[in-house]
């Protein structure tokens, strides 16, 4: 009898193992179907009662569903599984998405040759982490890649400008006036001319942003050439034409103090200063808790934002400070010791006109940005945001695989959200 049963076990054991490979092999040919059609969704419904059995062709499958859905996170969870070439080179991509090089690194050290596309996100990570040295052999291979030449040819001459060589700097970027890239040609001609400007050579800088549409830093540079310029009527000259361009009121205040015009120039630093309070009430009214949630102020933007704010009153001050020494002493131009305090005011001045327009920039964008991510992801519930991950994990462990699949989509779409708002943060305020 016992002999009979333990037959009988071992038949229906066999059969349900017989079906669920039928079973099985069934789902992941209609998954591959769908995933051929785009119909990734469907695809991923298919294929969840089989994650578990963690077989290769179903973990990639589904981690190529769940990229083309934009769902990174899960992505990333399926592919850091699998060692193949492709989903390393993957986990490189995701990883520089999510701007965590030190994982980045880790996968791209295991990729034997990596193609173009892959060494080119890696080049540009150790670019954007400071490690220049190892960023140019990278940087030179890429130069020979017709998809890549000019894109590295960009970032090497970045690499050069922070080197402080800044002649080879400005040969390459003239190289890029052709590329075919219209835009890349477009920003290459403007860092030429920002790096003309900080070598003074403003007359060349002035020559290229004639042709760019950027009128206060025109007007910045005109400002600069003024002040360099040995002949009064040429400085007049270059400050009437910083005058025409500007429209930062900060910026056209110095410029019509420099003419004399005393008078408008107060009107347009009022209209300034008023506009800056406004803008800091706007986002207060519009953020109540802005300036007092812990996870906001923690960002480094915002940190950059005080610093900035406090730089800025400190330069105001030496700015008064100066214009009363002006003011006292401006009849005796030959006072050999009054010319080193003009020149001191011309140099505060100077400074104190690009972090107006670096604060105004600042502001507008935090306004926008901060509004943004406050509005779909609260700060207090981003801080909870792990426990509840961990909870709704322990959910889909208890609920079934297509809930648990629901489940996840939601998580990584959360954590998708909380990561591409960091990220436009981070680029709307980048210096």
């Not at 300034?272 to 109540?288: F, G, M, S, Y």
């Not at 080193?340 to 006109?353: M, P, S």
Request: proline letters at 3%; glycine letters at 2%; aromatic letters at 8%.
């Amino acid at each position: 009898m016992i002999f009979r049963f333990i037959s009988m076990s071992i038949l229906v054991c066999s059969s349900l193992w017989a079906y669920d490979s039928v079973s099985m092999a069934g789902r992941l040919v209609q998954a591959r179907l769908q995933f051929e059609e785009r119909n990734y969704s469907e695809a991923l419904i298919l294929l969840a009662p089989l994650l578990n059995s963690k077989d290769s062709e179903v973990l990639t499958l589904a981690a190529h569903c769940e990229f083309e859905l934009g769902n990174y996170l899960a992505a990333a969870e399926h592919f850091k599984m699998l060692s193949d070439p492709t989903s390393l080179y993957r986990m490189v991509q995701l990883e520089d998405r999510f701007n965590n090089f030190p994982e980045l690194e880790k996968y791209y050290q295991r990729i034997i040759s990596p193609p173009d596309f892959v060494r080119y996100i890696h080049a540009r990570q150790l670019f954007l982490n400071g490690y220049d040295a190892r960023a140019l052999p990278e940087l030179d291979l890429l130069m020979t890649s017709p998809d890549y030449e000019d894109r590295a040819t960009y970032i090497k001459a970045a690499v050069l400008a922070r080197q402080g060589q800044i002649d080879q700097a400005v040969q390459l970027l003239t190289g890029l006036s052709g590329s075919l890239n219209s835009e890349l040609a477009q920003l290459a001609k403007l860092t030429k001319a920002r790096l003309l400007y900080e070598q003074d050579q403003v007359e060349k800088s002035i020559a290229l942003y004639e042709t760019l549409n950027y009128p206060d830093e025109l007007a910045w540079v005109q400002l600069r050439a003024g002040d360099l310029s040995p002949d009064l009527k040429k400085a007049q000259s270059y400050y009437q034409a910083a005058e025409r361009h500007a429209s930062d009121l900060g910026l056209k205040s110095d410029i019509l103090i420099r003419e004399d015009k005393n008078d408008e120039a107060r009107v347009y630093l009022k209209a300034n200063q008023d506009n800056v309070l406004a803008t800091q009430k706007k986002i207060a009214e519009n953020n109540p808790e802005l300036f007092m949630d812990p996870w906001v102020l923690a960002q480094p933007e915002v940190a950059q934002l005080w610093a900035l704010q406090n730089k800025i009153a400190e330069l105001e001050n030496l700015w008064n400070d100066t214009n009363l020494e002006y003011e006292i002493f401006k009849i005796d131009l030959i006072d050999e010791e009054f010319q080193e305090k003009l020149d001191k005011f011309k140099q505060a001045n100077l400074l104190l006109t690009g972090l107006r327009v670096e604060l105004r920039n600042l502001k507008e964008n935090y306004a926008d940005t901060s509004k943004r991510a406050l509005e779909e992801a609260k700060p207090v519930w981003l801080a909870k945001l792990d426990e509840r991950i961990h909870e709704a994990d322990q959910v889909a462990i208890r609920s079934g695989a297509g809930e648990r699949l629901k489940l996840r989509n939601r998580i990584a779409q959360i954590e998708q959200t909380k990561a591409a708002e960091l990220r436009r943060a981070e680029e709307a305020f980048k210096p």
